[in-house]
């Protein structure tokens, strides 16, 4: 599956964006997918995770309460609505997709990567 994602760019504290991510493939709707975040010197972090179905949801404890991750299986697309930005959540953007499995939040676990999205959030 190839996964495109967009949406980032430059937002003030306490600002908010939506991040989308588009995949390809008739079998979209399988898969789990989840958003990751690298920020620079930093290991890549799990973020959000939905189920194929969108019926289970898991967040990392840094952005529960502030993110909300959906997808819309018609359309082959998957969400990340970010509110209350912090400047500690920058970082690139990444969707991924575990075509085989449940849903998951380690890194390990997703089979496709997206190329990523750059979200700055000033102070």
């Known amino acids: 599956v190839r996964l495109q994602a967009f949406g980032g760019g430059l937002v003030q504290a306490g600002g908010f964006l939506r991040l989308s991510c588009a995949a390809s493939?008739?079998?979209?709707?399988?898969?789990?997918m989840g958003w990751f975040r690298q920020a620079p010197g930093k290991e890549r972090e799990f973020v959000a995770a939905?189920?194929?179905?969108?019926?289970?949801?898991f967040y990392a404890d840094y952005v529960k309460g502030r993110f909300t991750i959906s997808r819309d299986n018609a359309k082959n697309m998957v969400y990340l609505q970010m509110n209350s930005l912090k400047p500690e959540d920058t970082a690139v953007y990444y969707c991924?997709?575990?075509?085989?499995?449940?849903?998951?939040?380690?890194?390990?676990?997703?089979?496709?990567w997206g190329q990523g999205t750059l979200v700055t959030v000033s102070s």
């Open positions: 991924a997709a575990r075509i085989l499995g449940s849903i998951a939040t380690n890194f390990g676990d997703f089979d496709s």
């Open positions: 493939g008739r079998t979209f709707s399988s898969y789990a």
């Open positions: 939905i189920s194929w179905n969108g019926v289970t949801i």
